[in-house]
């Protein structure tokens, strides 16, 4: 949303959770507190990396944006504005995080909400 791109290189070696999200989303906007509570108290080998779907946007960036800032969701966001990454990752409904391990291979999928129980256990399970 900074108007920069992005490669998962960035977080080489890290646990990467790509949550995929629409402002619309009841569910997307019910994890939000988990979401902020596990980067507040997280640990530095699991970075979340959230994914607007802009195909499913009315109000269009601006308006994912302005969703963003009022809601403090301050890790990273980055904008599908095609559907590239909800291709890719075949992403069917909102939220859906999938988890890299630190290889960049998809190691869990969930479909759903996070809870911050789900989110402090992703390093015990796929950190090595």
């Known amino acids: 949303m900074e108007g920069r ?19 619309g989303s009841v569910p997307s906007q019910a994890e939000l507190p988990e979401l902020k509570a596990f980067t507040k108290k997280g640990t530095s080998r699991v970075v979340i990396v959230g994914v607007n779907l802009l195909t499913m946007e009315k109000d269009g960036e601006s308006g994912v944006v302005k969703f963003a800032a009022k809601n403090r969701m301050t890790w990273a966001q980055l904008l599908d504005p095609e559907g ?30 996070v809870d911050l129980f789900w989110l402090q256990t992703l390093e015990v399970r796929y950190g090595q």
Do not use: C, E, M, Y
């Open 5 to 23: 791109k992005h490669a998962l290189s960035d977080w080489k070696g890290k646990i990467v959770v790509i949550n995929f999200w629409a402002t």
């Open 84 to 113: 590239t990454l909800q291709k890719a990752f075949a992403i069917t409904s909102v939220p859906t995080s999938v988890v890299l391990n630190a290889a960049g291979r998809v190691v869990d999928r969930r479909v759903g909400t």
